[in-house]
């Protein structure tokens, strides 16, 4: 334990819960959950054990897929922008690891890495035009990969640009067709949805669906809540007030005196700064929880502290506890009122912030 107040708590009945939702969306379908970026922020191994009965894990780190095969899961590990090297491959092997195969380079790295058998999935550029073969290229990729002795299983996958946009729903039903119209005939496992077509675009889910923020208990979505999608948080990060101010007309609070007070007003100073991944662009008025009360931050976010306003909070003292978000505040409001999304506040959490497990059988420390 450090002293130092602020802590990441890690539910971990929300994100058994928040996979039986993404159940109850696909039946049969299996589920590669996505554990990217140290499980979006929440700590790979804690999460991982919490969603052992997934169907499969998919990164883009090796150092994490590794390490997951080495705690002894069997599923299918897949690494999300395959790998970089003829080298890698070798581990890919050793491991069992799978590969998604979307540019040239990695064919060619095949292509010399003669005796190493690993399952693939080729990614099909279908208009998000990130990762991926044309469809206009597929054909001679699958032949060639079809044709490699040293290739294992061949699964199929794209992924959506707008799946999340409540408007734009003609994009996703082209990009759907286009890896149809691509991949018809072919009797292979195909992939396409994330969290957003999991829940939005049901005939997108094919053999394996790839959920990530739903699972941690943020929505996909601007229109609507995590709540309204029966989500619950994952991450509560909370500090406490460290100190306390009472300013006059004119004061100013923090590194170049961004909020200035009009009238008399108490403010606190809250244990959380942007090392410790707090956004430091939010601007005066972002949501922030003081005793479970909802106020606002005031100014920017130093490097290990923020001010808050503490005018609405009655009794506010040294030692009140904060919510920055997650339990009480949804990290999509954090989100919105500081002009980013969930997944980037949740990445960012500093390694510097403990986390606790709550609600596991092990009540412990990360
Ligand atoms: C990150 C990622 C996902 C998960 O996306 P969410 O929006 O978090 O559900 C799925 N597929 C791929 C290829 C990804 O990179």
Known sequence: MTSRPIHAQINISALKHNLSVVRSYTSDTKIMVIVKADAY????????????????????????????RNAGYQQPILLLEGFFSVAEIKLFKQYQLSAVIHNEVQLEMLALSKQHEIDVFIKINTGMNRLGFTPEK???????????????????????????????????????????????????????????????????????????????????????????????????????????QNLTAGDKVGYGGLFQATRPMRIGIVAAGYADGYPRHALTNTPILVKDQLTRTLGHA????????????????????VTLWGEGLPVNEVARATATISYELLCALAPRVEKTLQNSQLNSKL
């Open 41 to 68: 922020g929440h700590g790979l191994l804690h999460i991982a054990s919490a969603l052992k009965n997934a169907d499969g894990f998919a990164m883009l780190e090796l150092d994490a897929a590794i390490c997951l």
């Open 138 to 244: 597929f054909p001679y990729v699958l032949q060639s990969l079809a044709s490699n002795s040293n290739i294992g299983n061949i699964s199929l996958m794209t992924h959506f640009a707008n799946a999340d946009d409540p408007v734009k729903n003609e994009t996703v039903q082209k990009q759907w067709q286009c890896f149809n119209t691509t991949t018809s005939g072919l009797n292979l496992p195909r992939s396409l949805a994330n969290s957003a077509a999991i829940i939005r675009h049901p005939k997108t889910h094919a053999d394996w669906v790839r959920p990530g923020i739903m699972l941690y208990g943020a929505s996909p979505f601007t229109d609507k809540t995590a709540a309204e999608l029966n989500l619950h948080p994952v991450m509560t990060v909370t500090s406490r007030l460290i100190a306390i």
């Open 302 to 321: 130093s490097m290990d502290m923020l001010a808050v306003d503490l005018s609405t909070v009655k009794n506010a003292q040294l030692g009140d506890s």
